[in-house]
């Protein structure tokens, strides 16, 4: 076997994304080795170019959706594995406890090595069988914002068949997501988003309808549209954040993963006690979360929303995309 493979680097702060020859990682005992047939761009990865992420260190190889083939294994454990078709849960370490993760979790493709190579290294217990109804690329779209929509709808907020879900800022890879799961688990789906055009692709989705909260008085429209929601989905947080309190029904679950807008605004207490409500932060997700996940996956036979499909070779290109946040669904690089 070769002891170079290629890969995308990512050298610096706001640096381009470089096509370039590295290393094939090393394992050790009870690691894989996959060799990437396609991967995925997640909003994480263009925070990180941006220098606005935790953590950060260079050179990285960036990336932690990815599906491919297991071409090695560290260790008599797991020696089954090579040659399947693999899905990668990019959720490493993540511990005992099923309410939070553990200090030493981590996600792939910052601080370790990711999956925008021709090989990338992940533990043996971070592999699932790829659902058979999905093509490479389509899998390669599922991990990171499967698992973070499906934790967040199902572990964190308990959605059920017949409630009323608000999704916000949908076209996103984790909201498109979430919208998705919510539809398929028999709830009244709605979104918001800065386009009319993103709107419309969500209702082709299921969606029951939506606005622009970039409209005056968006959240009285909606309210007056639905009268409530029972589960509000953000990633965002911000200004909007006050209007939730607004539209979320008695013992509605507002969740969030994300704080693209900002920070919490201040909120009128009384209004939750009152009303029972449950502000529920989440990240990501457990082994269990991702099994959860693909097991519902496969059963609904959902596919991801691809927005676009470029060869790793023009991976800045791709990522550039989300400078605008112009895409519906994930951006997936194609290795072969």
Do not use: C
């Not at 659902?131 to 698992?147: D, I, N, S």
């Not at 973070?148 to 608000?166: I, M, N, P, Q, W």
Request: charged letters at 20%.
């Amino acid at each position: 076997m070769a002891q170079t493979m290629k890969a995308i680097v990512l050298d610096g702060i706001k640096k381009t994304l470089v096509w370039m020859e590295v290393p094939i990682p090393k394992l050790e005992k009870g690691e894989a080795l996959v060799r990437t047939k396609a991967a995925a761009f997640n909003r994480r990865d263009w925070w990180i170019q941006q220098g606005q992420y935790a953590g950060l260190k260079f050179p990285i190889i960036l990336g932690s959706d990815g599906a491919g083939i297991v071409e090695a294994v560290a260790g008599d454990a797991g020696q089954a594995w090579i040659g399947k078709e693999v899905i990668i849960n990019p959720s490493i370490a993540w511990g005992d406890r099923e309410a939070v993760q553990q200090k030493a979790f981590h996600i792939l493709g910052l601080p370790q090595d990711g999956t925008f190579a021709q090989y990338v290294r992940v533990p043996v217990e971070n592999l699932h069988e790829k659902p058979r109804h999905l093509t490479f690329e389509e899998a390669a779209a599922l991990p990171l914002g499967g698992l973070t929509a499906y934790r967040a709808l199902f572990s964190r907020a308990e959605l059920k068949a017949g409630d009323k879900v608000l999704v916000v800022g949908v076209g996103g890879g984790v909201a498109t997501f979430a919208l998705q799961l919510a539809v398929h688990a028999g709830a009244d789906a709605y979104v918001t988003s800065s386009k009319v055009s993103k709107i419309e692709r969500a209702m082709a989705l299921g969606a029951k309808g939506g606005v622009r909260y970039t409209d005056d008085g968006w959240s009285e429209t909606l309210k007056e549209k639905v009268g409530g929601f029972d589960v509000i989905v953000d990633s965002a947080l911000g200004d909007g954040f006050a209007h939730y309190l607004d539209l979320a029904n008695p013992g509605g679950r507002i969740v969030f993963f994300g704080g693209t807008a900002g920070n919490i605004p201040e909120l009128n207490g009384r209004q939750i006690f009152w009303k029972q409500l449950s502000l529920l932060g989440t990240t990501m997700g457990s082994p269990t979360d991702f099994r959860n996940m693909l097991e519902f996956v496969e059963h609904h036979q959902i596919k991801p929303v691809i927005d676009s499909v470029h060869p790793i070779q023009e991976a800045e290109e791709a990522i550039r995309k989300m400078t605008e946040s112009s895409q519906f669904g994930k951006i997936v690089l194609k290795l072969e």
